[in-house]
C-alpha cells in the first residue's frame, strides 16, 4: 500500500471509500496538530522540515508572516479539494486523490 492509500484509509471515518469535505479537513487539521510541536497554533518553517523549501509553504502563507495557521491551511485544503474533486461531487475517490498528487509532481 503507499502513502497516499494509508492516509486515504484512515481518513475515510466512515468508511464509504470517499472522502468528503469534513473527512479531508479533519485529516489536515490532525496532521497540523502532530506537526506544530510547540503548540503556538501556527507551523513555523523549523517545524515542517524540508516543506519549508517548498514553494508552496509561501504560497500558502497568505499574509506573508513565514508560518502557517489553521485558516491558512484550511484554506489550502478547501482548494485541493475543489480542484482535486474533477467530477464536482462533492467526494474524493482514492483515484481522484492519486491523480490530483500525480498532477503536482
Ligand atoms: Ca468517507
Ligand atoms: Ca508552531
Ligand atoms: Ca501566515
Ligand atoms: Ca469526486
Known amino acids: 500500500m503507499t502513502e497516499l492509500e494509508i492516509i486515504f484509509i484512515k481518513g475515510d471515518q466512515n468508511g464509504d471509500l470517499v472522502l468528503n469535505k469534513a473527512e479531508v479537513l479533519l485529516i489536515a487539521i490532525t496532521s497540523?496538530?502532530?506537526t506544530d510541536s510547540d503548540r503556538d497554533n501556527m507551523?513555523?518553517?523549523?517545524?515542517?522540515g524540508k516543506l519549508a523549501s517548498d514553494p508552496e509553504f509561501?504560497?500558502?502563507?497568505?499574509?506573508?508572516n513565514?508560518?502557517?495557521s489553521i485558516e491558512?491551511?484550511?484554506a489550502e485544503k478547501?482548494?485541493?479539494f475543489k480542484t482535486?474533486?474533477?467530477n464536482s461531487d462533492g467526494m474524493l475517490t482514492i483515484i481522484e486523490v492519486k491523480k490530483f498528487y500525480e498532477g503536482k509532481q
Request: aromatic share 4%.
Open 32 to 34: 497540523f496538530n502532530e
Open 43 to 48: 507551523l513555523e518553517k523549523k517545524e515542517v
Open 58 to 64: 509561501s504560497d500558502n502563507d497568505a499574509d506573508k
Open 66 to 68: 513565514g508560518a502557517l
Open 72 to 74: 491558512e491551511v484550511i
Open 78 to 80: 478547501l482548494a485541493d
Open 84 to 86: 482535486a474533486d474533477t
